[in-house]
């Protein structure tokens, strides 16, 4: 049990938007040695390496949106899951949203999605960046859940032929290890104050009650209805349909609503260009 990477744990406390391999992947017990780098004195100094770095062509900034996103993560989840720091991806577009040398911004996207902390806070600032200068996204190779919830908000999506898109939805994983310990002896006992009912839910060594089941499954619910008005603020072309979990490549995204054109990113900063002013230095 001493090998629980960050990242299940981290189920416990919020609500992730990824697609279902990813989930999987990233909550699997015992996937890699729990490497503790908090104690490691090059802790900082490693963080700040693994930050994505903005990237400048002319006027226009590329921001990077890779990997499963979450807030604050531990450098070993950064390491050996690809876990980015929403932080980080905030930070690029308020820097380049109010950057004035800067007259467009291209998202470069490539990301299965994340979790809820942090992530709707990017979608914003997208959209507020998009009110000043001209934002387009660009999906590579991957920009599904929480990834697509910040894309959608560009003036405009484009993605490869080859790209996955979607994965509109929401999902919570919790794992019941009652049984396994059991088996092996071992018996957790949990105190809570009596009204306290959805205090322990999930706690290892515990199996959810009905109404820690119906809690999560509302804030499920919750968080999808916040997902789903996001997209909806920016794309309402995008059909219920296309909003049930499912992913769709290139021209299916396009023929869906999902995106509005496909090519490549050459092509997207081509499009980027079209709506910067003359007056740039395009």
């Not at 996204?137 to 560009?154: D, E, K, N, P, T």
Request: aromatic share 6%; hydrophobic share 45%.
């Amino acid at each position: 049990m001493s090998n629980l990477n960050n990242f299940a744990k981290r189920l416990a406390a919020d609500i992730p938007l990824l697609t279902a391999d990813a989930l999987a992947f990233l909550a699997a017990p015992g996937a890699r040695d729990n490497v503790n780098a908090a104690e490691h004195p090059a802790f900082s100094k490693f963080r700040e390496q693994m930050k994505p770095k903005l990237e400048m062509r002319g006027n226009i900034a590329i921001v990077p949106v890779q990997g499963a996103l979450a807030y604050n993560p531990d450098p070993s989840e950064m390491f050996y899951d690809g876990v980015e720091d929403s932080r980080s991806v905030l930070g690029m577009l308020k820097a380049a949203a109010s950057d004035p040398n800067v007259e467009g911004i291209l998202l470069r996207m490539d990301t299965p999605g994340g979790m809820l902390l942090g992530g709707p806070e990017i979608a914003d600032a997208v959209k507020n960046a998009n009110r000043s200068k001209p934002v387009v996204a660009h999906a590579g190779g991957l920009c599904a859940s929480l990834g697509y919830m910040i894309a959608s908000q560009a003036r405009e999506v484009v993605a490869n032929k080859s790209a996955i898109v979607g994965s509109i939805g929401v999902i919570a994983s919790v794992t019941d290890w009652s049984g396994y310990l059991a088996n092996l002896g071992i018996k957790f006992e949990y105190f809570t104050n009596a009204a306290a009912k959805y205090k322990a839910a999930g706690a290892l060594g515990t199996s959810l009650t009905d109404d820690q089941r119906a809690n999560i499954q509302a804030g499920v619910e919750s968080a999808f209805q916040m997902f789903r008005s996001t997209v909806l603020s920016a794309r309402p072309q995008v059909k219920s349909e296309a909003m049930q979990g499912q992913t769709f490549r290139g021209s299916e995204a396009k023929a869906h609503g999902l995106i509005d054109r496909v090519g490549d990113e050459d092509f997207s900063i081509s499009i980027l260009k079209s709506y910067i002013s003359p007056k740039g230095n395009s």
